[in-house]
């Protein structure tokens, strides 16, 4: 290196702590670019590690170092740094979806706290809060939160019944959804628990509601949805609102299935048939006469469709149709006769069958008899070989042979019964010569015998070693057992010699048994370790997808095994060693195939993030930059001189994204400023628009709202005003709506009461006069008001009204307002229920609830005075033109 090129090498690799520090935030060297996550994990300055962390901006690394950096400052900034990025306030935070993902992988309930807060994307928020354990928190955002969604989810998670009412009062004017909500989840936990209170409060209004179906004769799903809310009710339903709900179901029933009455009737009619076709079949029965038998019969088989629909009724005429159906039936079966008959046997045909048995046994025995000869035949043959080739054996001293044949002669013997005369001399001559032969071999084979014993006494005193005298007794052993087999005696005869030499076998062996025990049980030990260890190699490669760290270390304790299959059982090594072997190859194979193709991935990362530089969005680009930066980590380390290689390139190019996306940060900010700016200018028109007192410019606040959707702001709490204004926007048109619907049934109860003071002379001519004036015109029975009026002012007496139809149209109002009546009117009521129904029936429409009204006001007025003790009916028809107000409203 040359002196001027050491004076001037890059400030970011000064020994100043302060100057890498102040190089690392602002230099854009690319080599200095390249290297700031080295820097950020390794520098020893905490200033440095920091501010390369701060430009990196980068999730993974902000996390680790927020849990393994050495200095609690750093930590603590990463912690920060990295729950920005998380939570979507950081400039640099990566895209929603990636946030989600990191989201699932935190167990920090501070973090998750905050993400459920503070991120600007209401899924965020959502995700987050979805993870929240916090009771405090989760009732916080049922109010709190911006999204509605989010308020929802947050309200799906309070069970108590307190805080359902606390949030159902607290949102009852801010947001009606939760509100609302919040008052059925709380009604429906009491309902649950069986609060009679509020069941009878539901009950009552499911009553209503189902009477006002009834009396606008629509509403089949509302009528679903009513009769699903009551069955919910369960049994703690108050006998009172039960009946009456039972009796306006059955009425909504009978309305909506005009083809019902006519089924009850066929049933009726099919149940008389049935009974008297029965009775009819009875008396037949008692008469003596058979010839109408079929008649009967016919008769009965046409009833038995009928009986089989009304038999399974359970009534009593269900149960007394089953068991006369029933008797009758075993009556008429009595009466069948039936006829039996059995066939003849031919004794002709007996007789030749048994002949022909006869002739085919005795075939049979024939051909037995001529098998059996033959076959004597062919072992007298088989016993003239082996007599001669016994006697050939014994000739040439082939010992061996000898017995193997004479072992041959006797198994013939055996199967052959009685030898045959022609070989009886020349067997007793084999036989006299065989018995001479094994007598002289036994002799000298028992000497032989006597020596091995002799040698195994001595042999626990050599001092060998274990396997060695192991080695010796099994020669031995097998040396005692050739003679054995030579003889043609059996391996476990049960002579003198023979239980003297397997008493001084064991005696022999007995020293060594505790050092054979101990290396047995360590081999069995070092086998079953090998064998679980090949299990463990043959599970890490049959998985798709394998932790690759785990993998080599498996390869390790492989090769290891190997190297030690000595310490296992002789037997088992050979299969063991294979499967190593085989075992090895697989992860030799699997970590060169995956080696190949990180190294291809990345190559493929570094392409993408070279083409980063020809992309027009800057923003796109960034996220993608970020996307292949957690696609570069999730692809996993490869050779390391390699992996070095492509990192440095990869990051170059990476770095001129960021580079570029810094300088276009500022021009968002100031361009978001004005966008605020506007919103909140947005805000003030709606809320101006809102504040006046009389109607609404439609023009006007279309072109308000559509500006607001064409800037569409992302802040949460102009978002929020908006809402606000919007919401008293609608109320105040609502209120006007309001008033404007109900201004000639409010002018009617104002003229009314008026009236009814001057009638009780309360008030004079004038005083009635001079209010009338300043009310709003009178257009429901004008004409009968001023016939009245006149007639007071004339001094004439007015009519009393007749108190029954006083009643009538109490009732009618009650029933239109859906408001209970009293126990003495409530047959009355059903009565004019009935009647209604039945003129719907008929085709007759039912008026709207607003003309009905009308017309109950206006015949209210032609009615007449109410007498002194319609007091109460009148106090009930305000009270129920009152509530039919309320609902038109």
């Not at 200095?32 to 950020?40: E, G, H």
């Not at 927020?66 to 609690?72: H, K, Y």
């Not at 009606?176 to 059925?184: F, H, M, N, P, T």
């Not at 009635?768 to 007071?792: C, H, N, T, Y």
């Amino acid at each position: 290196m040359s002196l001027a090129r050491f004076f001037s090498k890059p400030r970011w690799q000064s020994k100043d702590a302060a100057t890498r520090r102040h190089a690392v935030a602002t230099e854009q060297a690319s080599e200095l670019v390249a290297q700031l996550a080295r820097f950020a994990r390794e520098d020893v300055d905490a200033g440095v590690r920091l501010a390369a962390l701060k430009r990196l901006a980068d999730p993974g690394l902000a996390q680790a170092m927020a849990q393994d950096d050495g200095d609690e400052g750093v930590r603590t900034s990463a912690r920060s740094l990295f729950a920005e990025l998380l939570t979507g306030t950081h400039a640099a935070a990566p895209p929603l979806a990636d946030r989600i993902r990191l989201l699932r992988a935190q167990d920090d309930a501070r973090l998750i706290e905050q993400i459920a807060t503070q991120a600007p994307e209401a899924a965020l928020r959502l995700a987050a809060l979805a993870r929240v354990e916090r009771p405090a928190l989760i009732l916080e955002r049922v109010t709190a939160d911006a999204d509605a969604g989010v308020r929802l989810a947050a309200l799906e998670r309070i069970d108590d019944e307190s805080q359902l009412a606390r949030i159902s009062e607290r949102a009852r004017k801010g947001d009606k959804v939760i509100s609302r909500l919040a008052g059925e989840r709380l009604a429906a936990l009491r309902i649950g628990r069986g609060d009679v209170a509020e069941i009878t409060v539901q009950a009552r209004s499911l009553c209503e509601q189902l009477e006002r179906l009834l009396r606008d004769g629509e509403g089949d799903e509302q009528a679903a949805t009513i009769v699903a809310a009551w069955q919910a009710l369960g049994r703690n339903v108050p006998p009172a609102l039960l009946a009456r709900y039972q009796s306006a179901r059955e009425l909504f029933d009978l309305s909506r299935d005009p083809q019902r009455i006519a089924l009850m009737r066929q049933r009726s009619e099919d149940r008389l048939r049935l009974g008297t076709e029965l009775r009819a079949i009875e008396a037949g029965l008692r008469e003596p006469a058979s010839a109408a038998r079929e008649d009967l019969q016919q008769r009965f088989n046409a009833l038995a469709e009928l009986h089989a629909r009304y038999a399974n009724d359970e009534d009593e005429f269900g149960t007394d149709v089953s068991v006369r159906f029933t008797r009758v039936g075993a009556q008429l079966a009595t009466l069948a006769a039936v006829p039996v008959a059995a066939p003849a046997a031919a004794q002709a045909e007996t007789d030749n069958r048994h002949e022909q048995v006869a002739a085919e046994r005795a075939a049979r025995s024939a051909a037995a008899r001529a098998e059996r000869e033959q076959k004597e035949k062919e072992l007298a043959r088989q016993m003239q070989e082996a007599i001669s080739a016994t006697a050939s054996a014994m000739a040439a001293g082939r010992i061996a042979d000898a017995h193997v044949q004479h072992e041959r002669l006797a198994k013939l013997r055996r199967q052959l019964g009685q030898v045959p005369a022609s070989l009886r001399e020349a067997l007793a001559e084999v036989e006299s010569d065989y018995i001479r032969l094994a007598d002289a071999q036994r002799w000298s084979d028992d000497t032989r015998r006597r020596q091995l014993c002799e040698e195994l006494e001595v042999l626990p005193e050599t001092g060998l070693h274990p396997d060695a005298l192991a080695t010796r007794v099994r020669e031995i052993q097998a040396e005692w057992t050739t003679l054995d087999r030579l003889e043609a005696h059996a391996a476990g005869r049960n002579d003198g010699l023979a239980r003297r030499f397997r008493t001084l076998c064991q005696k022999a062996i007995a020293p060594a048994k505790p050092y054979f025990e101990k290396r047995d049980e360590l081999r069995k030990q070092g086998s079953e370790e090998t064998s679980q260890l090949i299990a463990e190699a043959k599970a890490a490669v049959a998985s798709e997808n394998p932790d690759w760290r785990a993998l080599n270390e498996m390869r390790k304790r492989s090769v290891e095994g190997l190297r030690t299959l000595d310490r296992v059982n002789p037997r088992e090594r050979k299969n063991l060693a294979a499967e190593l072997k085989q075992v090895l190859g697989i992860i030799d194979e699997r970590i060169k195939t995956q080696h190949a193709q990180i190294e291809s991935a990345k190559a493929a990362l570094i392409a993408r993030a070279a083409a980063l530089a020809e992309q027009a969005d800057t923003r796109t680009a960034m996220n993608q930059a970020r996307d292949l930066q957690k696609l570069w980590q999730a692809t996993g380390n490869g050779k390391r001189a390699r992996d070095q290689a492509q990192w440095v390139i990869f990051r170059a190019a990476i770095a001129a994204v960021f580079a570029r996306a810094d300088s276009e940060r500022a021009e968002r900010t100031a361009h978001d400023r004005q966008a605020v700016e506007a919103a909140e200018g947005l805000c003030a028109e709606l809320e101006a628009v809102a504040s006046a007192n009389g109607a609404a410019d439609r023009s006007e606040v279309q072109r308000i709202e559509s500006a607001w959707r064409a800037l569409a702001p992302g802040d949460a709490a102009l978002r929020q005003r908006f809402q606000r204004a919007r919401d008293a926007l609608e109320a105040l048109t609502a209120k006007l709506d309001k008033d404007k619907r109900r201004a000639h049934f409010d002018a009617w109860v104002a003229h009314y009461d008026l009236l009814r003071r001057f009638e009780t002379r309360q008030i004079d001519g004038e005083a009635l006069s001079a209010a009338r004036a300043r009310l709003a015109p009178l257009v429901i029975g004008a004409d009968a008001f001023q016939a009245r009026i006149e007639a007071v002012a004339d001094g004439y007496a007015i009519a009393t009204a007749d108190a029954d139809d006083l009643r009538d149209c109490v009732l009618e109002a009650e029933q239109l307002a859906g408001l209970e009546s009293a126990g003495e009117d409530r047959q009355r009521r059903m009565d004019l229920q009935v009647e209604k129904l039945a003129a719907r029936m008929r085709g007759v429409q039912a008026p709207a609830a607003a003309a009905a009204l009308e017309e109950l006001m206006t015949r209210w007025i032609e009615l007449g005075l109410p007498g002194d003790g319609d007091g109460e009916r009148e106090a009930r028809f305000k009270h129920a033109a009152a509530a039919i107000l309320d609902t038109l409203g």
